[in-house]
C-alpha cells in the first residue's frame, strides 16, 4: 500500500480567508480569555507586517492598525476537516482524518483510474487550491512516514520501504511526531535523529518514555499495522456561513452563496449523486427566512445551481439584515447524465434542455414551465395533460387522424367571418357519454376571408353557427 499525506498548516484560517471578499488583507485569528487575547493564526498579509502566532493582541493592534480579526472556533476547524475527510474521498476508498491537521488516504489502488503518482499529486493540488485550502503533500508505504514527510518537505515521494527507512533514519528528533513532547526530551538528551533513538535499548525506552514511543516507532517504519479510523460520507448535506457583518441586498450574499454552492457540488461528486432540492436559510438576529430550490430532476453543475438559486434569491424579500447564510440538502438522488452524442452540433453557447428547462422556471415560477402527453382521449380538450417533473408514461400511440392545430383555445368560441371556405372535413366526434360530458361534433378546416387557416366545428349535418376551436400556424 501507499499513503498519501495531505498536511494542512492553516485550516482554521484558510477556512475563514476562503470566505472572505478581500483574502489579501491583512487577518488574523484570536483566542484566549478576554483580558488576554493572543493570536493563533496569522495570514501572509499579517506576517509582512510583523504578526505572528503567540502574540498579544495589543501588540498586533501597534504593528497593524486596520488589522482584520476573526475568532478562533475549535468546531468550525473540525467541521472543515471533515468537509475535506469527504472531499479526498473522491479520490480514495481509504481515507483517515483521525490525526489533527492532516489526512492520509491510501493512493495505490487509484493509480490504474486517476494515472500515476505525479498526475494524481498535481490533480490534488490543483483542487486543494481551487477550494482555497494550504497544503503540503507527501507519499510513503506507511501513513505515520507520510505524515513525517509531509512536514519535512513538501512533494517527498518515496515508494519503496528501504528507500523510506534510509530516510526516516536522518529525520530530526523534534520533526519526527513523536508523542507529546517525547521529541523535545530526546533532544535535550543528546538524540539529534531516528537513527539514534532506534540504537537505544527499547526495554529503556518503554519504562522512561513509556510504551506509546515503541509503538510510534513501529508503525513508522512499516514494522506494526497502524490501527486507522476512516472516513465514510454522511448522508446530507449541512453548512452555514457566518457573515460577521449585516447584510441587507442581494448581492452582498452572492459571494458566500457561490462559496456554498461550490462546497456543495463537491460534496455530491464524492457521493456520485445529484441534489433535486435544498434550503437556503437567511438568518437573521431573530429568526430566518427560507428560500427553497426545487428542480425537476437531480442535478450537480455549479454554474447551472447557482444561477438557479441567485434567480430564486432575488425574488425573495429580505425583510431583516441577514448575518449568516445555511445551506441544507437532505434529498440527493443519484445524479444520471444527459447523454449526448458522439459528434453534437448544439452551439457552444446553447444550453441543454434540462438546464434551459431549470432556468425559465427559475425566473417565470415553477408552474410556468412544463411538459404535456397525449392522454387517448379524442376530446381535443381532453386529449392532453400536464406531466410533473421527469415523469413518464405508456400512451399507446394515437390513431391516424386528419391534420389538428397546434394552437388550440381554451374554450371554443364562435367563429365570427361571414364566408369562410371548407378546406377539408367533416371529422365526426361522438365522444364522452361515460363522463357525462358528451360531445357530438363535425370538425372542418376553413380558411377565413383574412386567409387564416381555423379549426372549427359545426352540429353534425350543418354547415353554419361554427365555433372556432384552434387555428393553424
Known sequence: MLWACLLLPQLALDAVLRRSPDPDAPLALVTGPAQLRTLHAVNPAAARAGLRAGMRLTAAHALA????????DP????RWHRFLAAWAYRHSSLVSAQWPGCLVMEVRASFRLLGPWPRFEARLREELHGLGFGHRIALAPTPRAARVFAG???????????????????????RAVLPGDTGERLHRMGIRDL???RGLPRDSLRRRFGLSVLEHLDRLYGEADEPLSYYAPPDHFDERVELGYEVESHTALLFPLRRLIGDLCTYLSIRDGGVQRFLLRLEHEQGHTDVEVGLLSAEREPAMLFELTR?????????????????????????????????????QQALPWPQLRERLRARLGDDAVHQVTPTGDPRPERAWRRLRGDERTDIAPAPARPPRPAWLLPQPIPLRDPRPRILSGPERLESGWWDGDDARRDYYVL???QGQRAWAFAAPGERDHWMLHGWFA
Open 65 to 72: 492598525p486596520d488589522l482584520a480579526l476573526a475568532e478562533y
Open 75 to 78: 468546531q468550525a476547524e473540525a
Open 152 to 174: 519535512l518537505r513538501d512533494g517527498l515521494a518515496l515508494m519503496q520501504g528501504p528507500a523510506m527507512g534510509e530516510v526516516l533514519d536522518r529525520v530530526p528528533i523534534r
Open 195 to 197: 537513527r539514534g533513538l
Open 311 to 347: 434567480n430564486r434569491l432575488e425574488r425573495v424579500s429580505i425583510s431583516a439584515p441577514v448575518v449568516a447564510v445555511r445551506l441544507l440538502a437532505r434529498e440527493l438522488p443519484p445524479f444520471v447524465p444527459a447523454t449526448r452524442d458522439l459528434f453534437d452540433l448544439r452551439a
Open 447 to 449: 380558411e377565413t376571408s
